[in-house]
């Protein structure tokens, strides 16, 4: 039997996981129309800031994701990264 990802808060079955494709989209969608808007009234040089967010995001997620977010109690974690398993490895040595 396949084991059901809880919450570690509250215990409850009832998890939403954010991919690090989805993190990506909605970290990088309110930034890069606010470029945009921003590009065409002032001046073009905000495009330069689309890469940028784009990138850093990228970079943000493959850390953070997958996220794990209670749908009952709204608590978020995210599953530890390689650095702090190596990080962790090491002190315990």
């Not at 969608?29 to 065409?40: M, N, Q, R």
């Not at 953070?64 to 990264?81: F, V």
Request: charged residues 20%; proline residues 8%.
């Amino acid at each position: 039997m396949a084991e059901v990802p809880r919450c570690n808060n509250c215990g409850k079955s009832e998890l939403w996981i954010m991919s690090p494709i989805r993190y990506v989209f909605f970290m990088s969608t309110l930034p890069i129309i606010a470029a945009i808007l921003i590009g065409l009234a002032a001046d073009p040089v905000f495009f330069l800031f689309i890469p940028a967010v784009i990138l850093t995001n990228l970079v943000l997620a493959k850390r953070k994701t997958p996220m794990k977010i209670c749908k009952n109690c709204k608590h978020t974690e995210s599953e530890p990264s390689v650095l702090k398993k190596n990080n962790s490895n090491k002190s315990a040595s």
